[in-house]
């Protein structure tokens, strides 16, 4: 396989961001749906880490969908000089998109006594990848400008 060139990175992004943005919006609007038909699995006091979970999953999958945008579009308006690095920033910022947001996502669907599930092992990888992520892609605008 060939190695991939801007122009990749930035199409790869520009989908990943919107198709994410896409599903987490979805996501808060079943969310407010639960809310708004008073759905007991999702409203009962027992359920308030579940419902925290879940809230932390949608914010968490926007925000880091609409990274990938402006991750896109940075790299659109000002390209780098090389392609040098975008391997790795590219496959941390994709693994930090799936792995926060499902983490939280995953913690919140089966509750032990007011502690999320397991799943939400993934959130503290998800988010250290995210914060190498942005460090790499600041590090870099630097170079970009």
């Keep these: 396989m060939g190695t991939k060139g801007l122009a990749d990175y930035?199409?790869?992004?520009?989908?990943?961001?919107?198709?994410a943005l896409l599903v987490f919006a979805a996501l808060g609007l079943g969310l407010e749906s639960l809310q708004g038909f008073k759905i007991a699995a999702y409203l009962d006091a027992s359920n308030e880490t579940r419902r925290l979970m879940w809230r932390l999953a949608h914010t968490h999958?926007?925000?880091?969908a609409v990274v990938n945008i402006l991750f896109a579009l940075t790299l659109a308006a000002r390209p780098p000089a090389s392609t040098e690095g975008l391997a790795r920033i590219s496959g941390t910022l994709i693994?930090?998109?799936?792995?926060l947001p499902i983490?939280?996502?995953?913690?919140?669907?089966?509750?032990y006594g007011g502690d999320p599930g397991l799943g939400?092992?993934?959130?503290?990888?998800?988010?250290?990848l995210l914060l190498?992520?942005?460090?790499w892609i600041a590090r870099g605008v630097a170079d970009f400008f």
């Design 10 to 19: 930035v199409r790869l992004h520009q989908r990943i961001g919107w198709w």
């Design 132 to 135: 190498l992520a942005l460090f």
């Design 95 to 99: 693994a930090a998109t799936l792995l």
């Design 103 to 111: 983490g939280f996502f995953i913690g919140g669907i089966v509750v």
């Design 61 to 64: 999958g926007t925000l880091v």
């Design 120 to 128: 939400v092992l993934l959130v503290p990888i998800g988010g250290v």
